[in-house]
């Protein structure tokens, strides 16, 4: 089975610029989580989706947002760029939500100027 | 404010050693915790859990304990091999599918 798959890998923006990353979840896997990884703060939950619909919400800016397509698929979109938007991006996908075995992708790491 | 804690960012342990990682979370509503183990340009992966109904649970080598009433779970890996070098991140969640992670502790098992 394939695992969790994150696009693009590596990701250069400047501020004020919008980002979208893209996640595609283990086949069968209906839930999907994004996380923020940063030095400091360790993994902070963002949000998650649940047959394309948002379950749960971390403590985040609007900013942030997200969206799960019909296949599970899900995208994260960060708008109006800032530095400290620099960090790993993490999303895990689990068959169902809150289970607690969720399998992560290998991130998509964003580096704001 | 930090729910979940992981107060060591470090720690080295001499091959077939016993590796003790510790977590602190104040949240006392928290019912369920995570171990994950994340490799350098890799995702965490899942390690071990424990419910809060109980205190004590193993898997091998890794043995997670769990102390309420000072809300502290601990991870321990007996004996240590050089793979298990690594972040762990200890996670809890409180029934509401949203798991609050602490920053990580980078072991390395020396050798």
């Known amino acids: 089975k394939a695992g969790v798959t994150q696009t693009p890998r590596y990701l250069i923006k400047t501020r004020g610029q919008q980002v979208t990353l893209s996640c595609s979840p283990i086949s069968g896997h209906r839930s999907v989580s994004w996380y923020q990884q940063t030095p400091g703060q360790g993994l902070q939950f963002l949000f998650e989706?649940?047959?394309?619909?948002?379950?749960n919400k971390g403590n985040f800016p609007g900013r942030f947002s997200g969206r799960q397509f019909s296949n599970s698929r899900s995208e994260m979109n960060v708008s109006t760029l800032e530095l400290g938007d620099s960090a790993l991006y993490l999303c895990?996908?689990?068959?169902?939500?809150?289970?607690?075995?969720?399998?992560f992708g290998p991130g998509t790491r964003l580096l704001v100027l | 404010d930090q729910q979940v804690k992981q107060n060591s960012p470090s720690l080295s342990v001499q091959e077939g050693r016993i590796s003790i990682l510790n977590c602190d979370y104040t949240n006392s509503m928290f019912d369920y915790f995570l171990w994950y183990k994340k490799y350098p340009a890799e995702g965490p992966t899942f390690l071990i859990s424990?419910?809060?109904?109980?205190d004590k649970n193993e898997d091998g080598r890794f043995t997670v304990f769990l102390n309420k009433s000072a809300k502290h779970l601990s991870l321990h890996i007996v004996p240590s091999q050089p793979g298990d070098s690594a972040v762990y991140f200890c996670a809890a969640s409180s029934g509401t599918y949203k798991y609050i992670f602490g920053t990580g502790t980078r072991l390395k098992v020396l050798a």
């Open positions: 424990i419910s809060s109904i109980k």
């Open positions: 989706y649940f047959s394309e619909t948002q379950r």
């Open positions: 895990a996908s689990s068959p169902t939500s809150g289970s607690p075995s969720q399998y």
